[in-house]
């Protein structure tokens, strides 16, 4: 690339933050001048940057109008708090936080091509997929020559890092607790989660949905191109720092062909198809890495037109920073 461009990285001292410096570095990505952005608390702490360090400065005392384009890694809450006037000072947004609505703000998938930007219009704001929605749509997208689902039902066991730093940090503090019989006192989330696995993440609606569940299902209909797509998802956080596992089912019109499937998958782009009678894990394969790690490829016990899979993938590196960096590559050609 040729040109380059100003950026801001909103939600720098997170895990994606930093993991979104690393990547920029590693990629060489055409970075005029990089400002890292975020809450007062956080600002004055520094990051290294191609031998330089930077330093974080607050969000909200930030002009927008020095930047091109500005990654926003921070909660729901800053995104929505800021966007219109990101969007006001002519700077783009690449949102990782799921917080605006998909037809403001589109899911774009890299491994879908350039198709998927078709339409956007400058200053434009896209959204990087929740990291379960990527890492199931790159298996649907590998499999398409062969099958269409008609109905997905996705079980997403969540680690600890899709609450943030906070959850991290929580998990770390409830294990030393236990291991030294202290008394547990939650803080981060409402109960134990050290040694234990929570059904639910975040609060649900009156029919039991939760936000990140009905997210989930949208972006997979979005990114599948089939919006009749029947979804379910269930989503829970289990006791792992980092990285996702996920069980994905999708049921056919027609007698699933494994060999085709398992063909597909071993020369999909971005996949890794672990070999017959073994199968991944998000710690011994997955984090760390850019790749989506698939395993247990098989039909329903008793249905053959359904296709069972068990998917490990990074939720930070790869589900959300490496994510948000190629879809910039990709639209810097055109749009910025």
Not at 276 to 293: C, E, H
Not at 305 to 331: C, F, H, M, T, Y
Request: net charge negative.
């Amino acid at each position: 690339m040729s040109k380059t461009i100003n950026i801001a990285l909103v939600g720098a001292t997170g895990h994606v933050g930093e993991a979104l410096v690393e990547l920029l570095e590693e990629r060489d990505f055409p970075v005029k001048d990089l400002h890292l952005l975020a809450s007062s608390e956080s600002a004055g702490q520094s990051l290294s940057f191609r031998g330089r360090q930077l330093r974080v400065r607050s969000l909200e005392a930030f002009d927008f109008t020095q930047v091109q384009l500005a990654f926003f890694a921070a909660g729901v809450d800053v995104t929505r708090a800021f966007h219109e006037a990101v969007r006001a000072a002519g700077c783009s947004l690449i949102d990782l936080s799921a917080a605006l609505p998909l037809d403001l703000a589109p899911c774009v998938l890299p491994e879908l091509g350039e198709g998927a930007t078709q339409g956007l219009t400058a200053p434009w704001q896209v959204s990087v997929p929740t990291p379960s929605a990527t890492a199931c749509a790159v298996v649907l997208a590998a499999l398409k020559p062969l099958l269409q689902p008609r109905q997905v039902q996705l079980n997403a066991m969540l680690s600890i890092s899709t609450l943030g730093r906070s959850g991290v940090q929580e998990l770390a503090r409830q294990t030393a607790e236990l291991l030294n019989a202290r008394p547990l006192e939650t803080q981060a989330v409402d109960r134990q989660v050290a040694f234990n696995v929570l059904a639910q993440v975040g609060a649900v609606d009156e029919q039991g949905h939760a936000e990140l569940e009905k997210r989930l299902a949208a972006e997979l209909q979005q990114l599948s191109g089939l919006p009749g797509l029947a979804v379910g998802a269930t989503c829970v956080l289990v006791p792992v720092f980092f990285g996702d596992s996920l069980a994905l089912a999708m049921q056919s019109d027609v007698d699933i062909d494994i060999a085709a499937v398992q063909r597909l998958l071993e020369t999909a782009a971005g996949i890794e198809l672990v070999e017959a009678g073994d199968y991944p894990t998000a710690v011994g394969d997955a984090v760390g890495q850019d790749l989506v790690y698939v395993g247990r490829v098989r039909r329903g016990v008793s249905d053959p037109r359904q296709l069972n899979l068990w998917i490990a993938s990074d939720n930070v590196r790869k589900g959300a920073a490496l994510n948000a960096v190629q879809i910039a590559e990709l639209l810097i050609k055109h749009y910025l």
